[in-house]
């Protein structure tokens, strides 16, 4: 006789998808509980569908978070102690935010500086899911205080420098002056004393960098919006840099167009962000030329510094804005630097809302693009 075929029970396989969802809800549970960050899920409606231990911890709560509206629960500040609508914050959020400037108040006297991750995320897979939000919390107020003593320290000691070495610059350029009219014909006392010069010129420029780099990392740069004639403003800088760039035997080009208008901004930060761009375009640049570019935007001025030097790798366009940081390329390398120049350029530049943008190839040039918008 022929076989009966065998039933095939579905009760098995309809419990087991049940029981696999709930065991990786309970491993990403006890994987999200033992994360020193704290981590805070939320649905649609902002409301907490899943937290941890360290987040209860830095809200100073007992109870369990779920079910509880964000708004109620998260109370920041900002760095100047104003309020921060959250719930606005996270409603507008597309994309991942992240601030180390926020505060979180107990009580009058006693808060933590919070390093904030906000990300929109999928709450589940495939169809029927909704749309949420991952919160990620840390407590940096230790190394809030860190880098507020270093700050005073670079401040205190930017400051105290300034007296001795700006009559250091001022002895030497005068020695030097002194020895071209005495007609001493001595190549190694001219070398030293040009040398001589040239250091403490580079010593005046770090300190310069680190002054600013203090006063923006304490918030302690304002912005002082006045009429910036963009054209003068060119042919000025134009003036300061013929002299450097012919010392390397480079032209220094003006592109100017001239629908330009004025700008309302700062002049000042205007002013040292290119600067900075056309200092470091002479620096690596060996031969050709650097150019100066301005053209008129929808609501502002777009300026940009090119150049035909040795350009800048793809892996180094990521990091080149980073606090210190110094390429390993060896043409970058044989040039002195303090790798704050850039960064510094960074800060002033979203001072003034300015957006910054980086064409270059290794051995092609650079272009560095600066987009300042007028500031009501």
Excluded at 40 to 56: E, P, T, Y
Excluded at 98 to 125: C, Q
Excluded at 183 to 210: P, Y
Excluded at 326 to 351: I, N, P, W
């Amino acid at each position: 006789m022929p076989k009966k075929p065998t039933k095939v029970s579905a009760t098995k396989t309809d419990m087991t998808a049940p029981q696999d969802a709930d065991i990786e809800r309970q491993r990403l549970s006890s994987l999200i509980h033992s994360m020193a960050d704290a981590v805070i899920a939320l649905d649609n409606k902002q409301h907490v569908v899943l937290s941890n231990g360290a987040a209860q911890d830095i809200l100073n709560v007992n109870n369990s978070l779920d079910g509880q509206s964000i708004r109620v629960l998260f109370k920041p500040v900002d760095s100047n102690n104003q309020p921060i609508d959250i719930h606005r914050l996270i409603a507008d959020c597309r994309a991942q935010y992240t601030t180390r400037e926020w505060r979180l108040f107990y009580t009058k006297d006693d808060h933590v500086n919070l390093y904030v991750s906000i990300a929109p995320v999928h709450m589940g897979f495939g169809q029927g899911t909704s749309e949420g939000w991952v919160i990620l919390l840390r407590d940096i107020t230790r190394e809030k205080s860190l880098e507020e003593e270093r700050d005073e320290f670079i401040s205190v000691v930017s400051h105290e420098l300034r007296t001795p070495i700006a009559i250091s610059e001022g002895n030497i350029g005068n020695a030097e002056f002194v020895y071209e009219k005495s007609g001493i014909n001595n190549e190694a006392i001219r070398t030293a004393l040009k040398e001589a010069h040239e250091q403490v010129n580079f010593l005046s420029s770090m300190i310069n960098d680190l002054s600013t780099l203090s006063r923006a990392e304490r918030g302690k740069l304002e912005v002082e919006i006045e009429s910036i004639n963009a054209h003068e403003l060119c042919k000025s800088l134009e003036s300061n840099y013929t002299k450097a760039a012919a010392a390397k035997n480079l032209e220094l080009r003006l592109d100017l167009d001239p629908r330009l208008e004025l700008l309302q901004s700062s002049s000042l930060y205007v002013r040292e962000i290119l600067q900075n761009f056309i200092t470091n375009a002479i620096k690596y640049t060996e031969k050709g030329r650097v150019t100066l570019h301005a053209k008129p935007t929808k609501d502002g001025v777009e300026f940009a510094v090119s150049d035909t030097g040795i350009g800048i790798s793809k892996t180094d366009q990521q990091r080149v804005f980073d606090k210190f940081f110094r390429s390993e390329d060896f043409h970058t390398r044989a040039q002195s630097g303090t790798g704050l120049g850039l960064y510094v350029t960074m800060k002033l530049a979203r001072l003034v809302h300015a957006e910054i943008e980086l064409e270059s190839e290794p051995g092609k040039g650079s272009t560095f693009h600066v987009i300042i918008p007028n500031l009501r």
